[in-house]
């Protein structure tokens, strides 16, 4: 699923969304663009909503207070898709039957066309004027405040509410003794339009590592670090148990809210995950039947010399397998094991790493 590809201009009404979204690690990456990055629905559940705008006494024009209203409605109809829209129009009973049945089928119309030339043009409506026949309030003694309850607009719609998987960002972050920033920020946000008066689409936060961090604005840093402690050096051995152990999780999950009325409106579901890797990078290194020092990088490493010990299991096996399939005693125990374990001797091994590194951004060949 493509988001961002609407048939209308969103911006003609106001509208609460953002254009990108970018993640500044080492280098600046655009994790989504409207129109171009593609995107996973997790759920859809159909939703009914309704909302009510007033009138002025004998008038079907819409108020500013009111186009305020529609336009949020349209915001949130053109983000999402939606069944016909009903509107049922009234007005208060002073005045003839038959003009107060046409000024409310005026204003039913007058919200439809509304809604139309703001971009639900290919939205199906059902506009119904009622006159008088379904007062909130009767009597011959009601206030103003009454009477324009009773003048009013009732707008009916469902619409499919979708839950979209956050976007994925991988990234190889240094131990937690040395964290890297790492910046999320939202490019070209617009709330003006937002449905939610409470600023709820006016922050970020994330949450990972056990902590919440949450500002008002467009971007927020959040220092990150891999599994690995200050215990590495020690206990590297057992951090490589977890890399080769596929069951075992590496890396550390931080969660990005960057909600909008157009892109991920629910507040509870995170727009981008985080998974930061530990910055580490595993050598193996060998050398057989070789006196001098070993080097890498210009830097000597020391390595294991003397396998004989390890390999015992694997040469009783072997001394038992060549039992089995009729090879002679003298052949298999006294000639070739013999000459694996005097070379084990001469073989040396070591398991090293790198890590916490100067990562550099990536640089344009000339």
């Not at 953002?18 to 994790?31: E, G, R």
Request: with cysteine; glycine share 6%.
């Amino acid at each position: 699923m493509i988001v961002g590809k609407p048939d209308t201009n969103i911006k003609k009404v106001g509208s609460c969304k953002f254009l990108k979204i970018k993640v500044s690690d080492v280098d600046d990456f655009f994790v989504f663009e409207e129109g171009k990055t593609r995107v996973t629905p997790t759920s859809t559940k159909p939703s009914e909503e309704t909302h009510i705008v007033y009138f002025d006494f004998k008038k079907h024009e819409i108020r500013s207070d009111a186009q305020s209203k529609l336009k949020l409605l349209i915001s949130l109809l053109m983000a999402n898709s939606h069944g016909k829209i009903i509107i049922d129009a009234h007005a208060d009973e002073r005045g003839a039957d038959n003009f107060n049945m046409k000024l409310s089928q005026d204003r039913a119309e007058s919200v439809m066309n509304f809604l139309k030339n703001n971009g639900l043009g290919k939205s199906k409506f059902e506009p119904h004027g009622h006159g008088e026949n379904q007062l909130i309030f009767k009597g011959k003694t009601l206030n103003e405040e009454q009477h324009q309850k009773n003048r009013r607009a009732t707008i009916r719609f469902n619409y499919y509410d979708t839950t979209l998987a956050p976007i994925v960002y991988e990234t190889i972050v240094p131990t937690a003794k040395k964290p890297r920033n790492i910046t999320v920020s939202a490019i070209t946000r617009e709330t003006k339009g937002c449905r939610y008066p409470k600023g709820e689409h006016k922050t970020i936060m994330i949450k990972g590592d056990g902590k919440e961090t949450k500002k008002q604005g467009d971007s927020l840093v959040q220092p990150g670090h891999s599994i690995i402690g200050d215990d590495f050096v020690k206990n590297y051995l057992i951090y490589f148990g977890k890399y080769i152990n596929y069951l075992s999780t590496i890396h550390i999950n931080y969660y990005a809210y960057i909600n909008s009325c157009i892109y991920y409106p629910q507040k509870e579901n995170p727009t981008l995950h985080i998974k930061a890797y530990p910055d580490i990078v595993w050598l193996a290194h060998g050398k057989y039947d070789y006196d001098e020092d070993y080097f890498f990088h210009n830097h000597s490493l020391s390595l294991q010399k003397g396998f004989a010990p390890e390999f015992s299991a694997v040469l009783d096996e072997i001394y038992n397998l060549g039992q089995y399939i009729g090879i002679s005693n003298y052949l298999t125990k006294d000639i070739l094991l013999a000459y694996i374990k005097k070379e084990a001797e001469k073989l040396e091994i070591g398991l090293h790493a790198t890590h916490d590194r100067t990562l550099e951004k990536k640089r344009r060949c000339t």
